[in-house]
């Protein structure tokens, strides 16, 4: 590859599709973060989850499902696209919603995958209406329900924080934040999450965009920060805000400001994470990019930087190991999602 291509195409996009089509029905190996109320809890994952179980680990589950939704909608003549329909079909009958729902209803569970799990749950539910046939109507049901609990938990957390969490895994709050404000169907819920952004963030200045990243991050704290204001802002009050939180951005449209990470083995399923990093960086640098006034001298090297992650990213995206196969192609895929899917600015 000579340079991160631009647009998705139907040959990429099957590749991608392959990746989720080959996990997100393999039970094992899997990672359980799992509650245990008692003896009786200690059931495998298929029984605990019945249609995100596959994928290694829950929220990995939902958004390889998020990734064949996404993909039968853009390609729905594409040779792939009925083995999408076909898994999604499998997955979310009105039988296993109900165990879903069950699950995440029980005591004691109101803070499981939240908010990067439950985040890409309303991101999926989204997609699935825009999908035609891809849940029964009582399916369909047991979706809504489980959107809006997902949706209270979300809100429970955010409305609970005194301060952000700025890590560069799971449990960072800019990124999630970001899925939930795209997802909103809303303006309401929009505007809430607004507010939880810039109580959170507006009055962040000069962030430690050096120290990063941490040993094995797939999000950066920094450029997610920034990402997530560039929705809650209108072009000009971002801009300036910009100038402070991250003042060393060039004018010249180099890109060696910040370089793509390298992944020293992309078996491990810990340094695999660099491999997303690439990734989001890449979308999040555009988002950033684009939330700036055209004439903006910055934006060049915003953009150089993002095509240099882009490139480095995606060739990483792969299935010859399962620590990155079963992730990586959502990432992929949600570069291209963010390039094509308008927002608001």
Known sequence: MTG??????????????????????RPYPNQVLHLLQDDGDARPPRSLTPAFYGCFDWHSAVHGHWLLARLARWFPEEPFAPRCREALARSLTEENLDGELRYLSAPGRESFERPYGLAWLVTLTRELRRVEGAVTLGGARRLDALEALAWRHLHAGFDALPRPVRSGLHGQTAFSLGLCFDAARDPGERKRLDLHALRLFLRDQRAPLAWEPSGYDFLSPTLAAADLLARAQPRAPFGRWLEEYLPGIPTDGTADWLRPEEVPNPADGHLVHLAGLDLSRAWMLEGIAAALPRGDLRRASLLACARAHAHKGLGYVS????????????????????RAEPRRL
């Open 4 to 25: 991160a291509p631009e647009r998705l195409t139907p040959a990429l996009a099957e590749r991608f599709a392959a990746l989720a089509l080959d996990c997100v029905h």
């Open 319 to 338: 299935d010859q190991h399962y620590a990155g196969a079963h992730w990586l192609g959502t990432f992929a895929l949600y570069l291209f999602d963010r």
